[in-house]
């Protein structure tokens, strides 16, 4: 995955819902990293996970899970972007990815939310839970 593709995505995505990422790797205590990150508040943070070229997108869902576990005072809204070409998008761990953020968003309740979203390269147009995304940032819980 290349940095500029994180970049890019960064830009596009922070456009779409009116925030501006930090540019840099958020560390999650030993569980690995996220690609960008943007504080929303208190104990409020948006991730973003760029799946360029990733063929286990499970893993950068999962990685989440034993990471708010050990931060509860944290909520998480994870926005994973892939590309209508990305390897993980349509592979069974692409949609292991999606029930994985489905149960971790029943089981921790309001402190995770997963969307999934597909950026067009050419034209930059998001498709995918960019509602469900707004939805989420505009939840104060």
């Known amino acids: 995955m290349s940095r500029e593709d994180e970049l890019r995505v960064a830009t596009i995505v922070?456009?779409?819902?009116?925030?501006?990422f930090q540019n840099q790797n958020y560390t999650l205590d030993g569980w690995g990293a996220v690609d960008d990150y943007v504080e929303l508040g208190p104990g409020r943070i948006l991730f973003l996970e760029v799946e360029?070229?990733?063929?286990?997108?499970?893993?950068n869902v999962l990685k989440l899970w034993p990471y708010l576990y050990e931060n509860p005072q944290l909520t998480v809204v994870l926005a994973q972007v892939f590309f209508p070409e990305s390897p993980g998008l349509e592979s069974s761990r692409g949609k292991l990815a999606v029930w994985l953020g489905t149960q971790m968003e029943s089981i921790l309740y309001k402190r995770f939310v997963h969307t999934q979203l597909i950026v067009n390269r050419e034209n930059g147009e998001i498709v995918g839970?960019?509602?469900?995304?707004?939805?989420?940032l505009q939840d104060d819980a």
Not at 129 to 136: C, G, Q, R, V
């Open 14 to 20: 922070g456009s779409a819902v009116n925030v501006d």
């Open 52 to 59: 360029t070229s990733q063929k286990h997108p499970n893993t």
């Open 129 to 136: 839970d960019i509602d469900k995304l707004l939805l989420a």
